[in-house]
């Protein structure tokens, strides 16, 4: 089994920041895809920000130049740096991990998710 750990969420006003932390443990042989989804209430879950295991990284547009996904391979950790944050960044954020947890099968894991709250 693989455990996922977040940490970092809260409340904060508008313009101020924000860093997420996840941290996997547990079974794992190589961890692939890295990331984080948000879910507002009444929308559907939507990708954040993903990095890849070679460093590459992506964001949707609408925090692109605010936010940052980074990962720290030794530590299974990944983070997401989250700036000059908005009230409609307001959502329960999931880390997501995509790994090898034996030789013949990869799967994906979600952590309970972190509230962040941003006020106007």
């Known amino acids: 089994q693989v455990q996922l750990v977040e940490s970092g969420g809260g409340l904060v006003q508008a313009g101020e920041s924000l860093r997420l932390s996840c941290a996997a443990s547990?079974?794992?042989?190589?961890?692939?895809?890295m990331g984080w989804y948000r879910q507002a209430p009444g929308k559907q879950r939507e990708l954040v920000c993903a990095i890849t295991s070679s460093g590459s990284t992506n964001c949707v547009d609408s925090v692109k130049g605010r936010f940052t996904v980074s990962r720290d391979n030794a530590k299974n950790t990944v983070a997401l740096q989250m700036n000059s944050l908005k009230p409609e960044d307001t959502a329960v954020y999931y880390c997501y991990v995509h790994l090898d947890d034996t030789w013949f099968s990869s799967n994906a894991y979600w952590g309970q998710g972190t509230q962040v709250t941003v006020s106007s």
């Open positions: 547990g079974r794992i042989m190589k961890i692939n895809t």
